[in-house]
C-alpha cells in the first residue's frame, strides 16, 4: 500500500501585505527562543508563533534537562546512556555534540535567569529518570522544569530590542527561489492589527522550531499546538524528513476514561526516578526481569510492557505506586502532578494512580546535520520539529530540553559564519489544497488504533486507506482549522509510509508482524519526501551511507 497524496501547499488567500527580516524562528519553546537570542547578533529577528509566545511544549516538560553536571558524571557516561536508549540508530557524533556543549548550554541558561533546585550547599539537585545510570536531570520547581525555563527564556527575549514576535500566526509556507532555496515565509495572522490576515516575509534564512505532531493521536501529552506544521511546510518545500516512525508513547500519562481526548496529564518519569513502581490490578509488580532498571527503563520498554500487561489482563490502564513518598514529599517533589491528578479526583498520597501510554515525542523529524541545516539551503531545524540524529529510534528522558538549546545555538553559531543573500521568491505553481477540519478526530482515531504503540501491516494499511479518504474532503474555505488538519494529514500519511516500510520493531516502532530487531536489513534511517505526484515516499539509507551523508 502506497501512502495517499496530500496537498502541495496549504490553500489561501494572496498576501495582503509583506515584511522583511534576516531571520525568521517559527516557534517560542526552549529551541526557537534560544535560536532567537543567539541569532540577535547577527541581524533583524522575528519569532513566529501560533498563540502566546510561552504556549508551547517547553512550559509542559516536567521531567527536566539532563546534562554532566554532577563531577562523578562525565558527558561519556551520559553518551552510552543515550546510545542505547536510540536502539542503535543514534549518530554517536550527533550525541556526542549534545553531551559534551550540554553542561556549558545549561549553565549559560542559568546565567539567563533560569532558576533550578539546589541542595542546602547551594549546588544543582540532580535526579535520576529511565534510562540514566547517573542522577543528572536538572529540574525546577520539583516537576515545572520547562514553565521555568520558557519564564527565564521570555522574559529575555522580551528585554532584546533585535528580536520582534508575531503572536497568534500560524506560518502556512515556505518562499522558495528558482534554485529551491529559502527567500521567506507565508503567515497567517490571527486578529486585528497592523499585521493581520495572510502576509509574506522576506529572510535570508529560516528556523524551525515549531515542537511535535501529538495532535496526530486520540491521547497526547502535547498541546494543542502540536499539529505538526514545521514538518508538514518542511516536505511541502521538498525537505527530507528522517525517522518519522519513531514516535516516543510516554509509559506513565493519567487515565481519565476511555473517552478522554486530546492533551492528557503527564506523570513524570521523575516520579519512577524518585522511588515510585508500576503494578497491575491485582498490585503486582511487573516490570522485574523486563530490565535491569526495572521501572526506570528506557520509556519503550516500559511502554511495551504496559501494552503486554494490559492486553495480557484486557484491562485499559495499570497503575503507578507512590504512596509510601507521603504526603510532604508530594507537596514539595511534585507539586504540580499532585494537583493535577487531585483536580481529577485521584490523591496519589493515598490511592494508587491509573496511567497509561499516550503519545508524547517525535524522535523523528526534519532532517539535519550538526549545524542544524537541512536539506533544503536556508532551512534550517531545531527542537522536536528536527531530526539531528541524536534521538534514534527513542528519546532518552530529559534530552530533549537539552537538544533544543544545543543545536540552536549551534544554528547561530554556523549563521555567523555568514548568512545566506536575500532571494528573490518565484511564483509558487504548486497545487494548493485544504482538508476539511471535521476529519481530525477520524484521523487521531485511525492513528492512534493503526500506527500507535503496536503497529502491523494491516493496521498500517487501514489507518493510510482512512487518511486518504480524509483527504478527498475539502475544507469550505481557508482557516486556521483546515490548514492544522491539512498538516496533520501530510505529517500522518509520512509516518505511515515510514512506519510501514521499516519491517522489525526497534526502539519506539513496535511492529507485531516483526516482533525482532534486525541489523541485517533494517540498521539504518528512513528519509521520507514527497514524489512528483504529491505522495511520500520513504527511502532507507543504511547508517554507513548515512554517516557519509551527514558528516561529509
Known sequence: MSAP??????????????????VVVIGSGVAGLTAALKARELGSVLVVTKDVVASGSTQWAQGGIAAALDPEDSPEEHLRDTLVAGAGLSDPEAVRVLVTEGPDAVRDLIELGARFDTLADGEISLGREGGHHRNRIAHAGGDATGAEIERALVAAVKRAKEIRIIEHALVLDLLT???????????????????DGVGAIRARAVILASGGLGQLYAATTNPSVSTGDGMALALRAGAKVRDLEFVQFHPTVLWLGKSAKGQQPLVSEAVRGEGAFLVDHTGQRFMQGQHELADLAPRDIVAKAIMRQMLAT??????????????????????????????????????LIPVAPACHYSSGGVRTDLNGQTSVPGLYACGEVACTGVHGANRLASNSLLEGLVFARRIA???????PAQREPVEDRRTPGLVDADAVPELQRAMTVGAGVIRSAAGLAEAGSTIGKLTEQPAAEPGTPGWEATNLVTVASALIAAATVREESRGAHWREDHPDRDDLHWFGSLDVTLDQHAVPHATFVPRDHEENERHG
Open 314 to 351: 484486557g484491562k485499559d490502564h495499570v497503575y503507578l505506586d507512590a504512596r509510601h513518598f507521603g504526603d510532604e514529599k508530594w507537596r514539595v517533589r511534585f507539586p504540580t502532578i499532585l494537583a493535577s491528578c487531585r483536580s481529577h479526583g485521584i490523591d496519589p498520597v493515598r490511592e
Open 5 to 22: 497524496a496530500v496537498p502541495r501547499r496549504l490553500s489561501a488567500p494572496e498576501p495582503g501585505w509583506t515584511d522583511s527580516v534576516d
Open 177 to 195: 527561489a528558482a534554485d529551491g532555496a529559502i527567500a521567506g515565509v507565508t503567515l497567517h495572522v490571527m486578529g486585528e492589527g497592523q499585521l
Open 413 to 419: 553559531a554556523h549563521l555567523a559564519d555568514g548568512l
